[in-house]
């Protein structure tokens, strides 16, 4: 349960420059399946857990595959203004 927590608030932290809240919240939940299954072990920050599912993008469910890829476009469109 404490490596959940540890998942979620890292994930928070690495959305964090994305500035959509919902985004943030739903990418949590869609990847925390695939969280638990490939990534339970990695040590939170920088960067790290987004690395890790990453790594795993053609094992990813659907939902996390795609929040994922939405999430980096969003990075990029905010970087870009």
């Known amino acids: ?4 927590w540890i998942f979620s608030a ?3 932290l690495a ?3 994305s ?3 919902m985004a ?3 990418l949590k ?3 925390k399946a695939d969280y638990s299954k490939f990534c339970s072990g990695v040590t939170p920050g920088g960067g790290r857990i987004i690395a890790c599912l ?3 993008e053609k094992e990813l ?3 996390c595959a795609a929040g994922l890829k939405e999430r980096d476009a969003n990075k990029a469109g905010a970087q870009g203004r």
């Open 10 to 12: 890292a994930l928070s």
């Open 15 to 17: 959305m964090l420059g």
């Open 1 to 4: 349960m404490q490596k959940l």
């Open 24 to 26: 943030q919240a739903n």
């Open 19 to 21: 500035g959509h809240a």
């Open 54 to 56: 990453k790594s795993h």
């Open 61 to 63: 469910q659907a939902a």
């Open 29 to 31: 939940e869609v990847c």
